[in-house]
């Protein structure tokens, strides 16, 4: 169940309806898929993505997605540290980014260009789709990370974070 936040108005519901809601006025898609696939560390991507695949493949035709994967991160992932730094820093993509949250959870940061900054901590079963060219960034934790997540795109050189060098993420940490 995803949670939405917005630090500035000390708001905060886990009501599927209205972060829907509120997603869609931002132009954002967020939906929730049955997730009752339940995987070891041990479990490979292709694994993962056939388990999927019924979701997956229509969702694919629909938006034109060419291919998926799936990105693993728990406490034993070396250099985690780099990984979280290269993700905490607020950036956009050429095009849009989807997740779908096997296991785990990871909290999706927004800054929209009218100033308004929020996150949603998305966890197992959501599935977020940031469009291209809006400002965020992710945080999988500090400490303890742990994310199963199917990422979904149409070019994987769409995925190449383009840092604004704001730093509005740093008031948030």
Not at 136 to 147: I, L, M, R
Request: aromatic share 16%; hydrophobic share 40%.
């Amino acid at each position: 169940m995803a949670v939405l936040s917005i630090p500035s108005k000390k708001y905060q519901t886990r009501n599927a309806d209205e972060i829907r809601a509120f997603f869609k006025e931002r132009d954002i898609f967020f939906d929730q898929w049955s997730c009752d696939v339940v995987f070891d560390d041990t479990a490979s991507q292709e694994e993962i993505l056939a388990a999927y695949q019924k979701d997956l493949q229509p969702f694919m035709e629909r938006g034109g997605y060419q291919t998926a994967d799936v990105i693993s991160i728990n406490k034993l992932t070396e250099n985690y540290e780099a990984i979280r730094n290269k993700f905490l820093a607020e950036h956009t993509h050429s095009e849009d980014e989807i997740r779908f949250f096997v296991d785990g959870q990871g909290y999706f940061w927004f800054h929209l260009e009218n100033g308004e900054i929020f996150n949603l901590l998305c966890e197992k079963g959501d599935l977020i789709s940031v469009p291209a060219g809006t400002k965020h960034w992710f945080d999988a934790g500090e400490t303890n990370p742990f994310v199963k997540a199917i990422r979904i795109f149409i070019d994987m050189s769409g995925w190449v974070p383009h840092y604004t060098g704001s730093e509005v993420e740093k008031n948030y940490l």
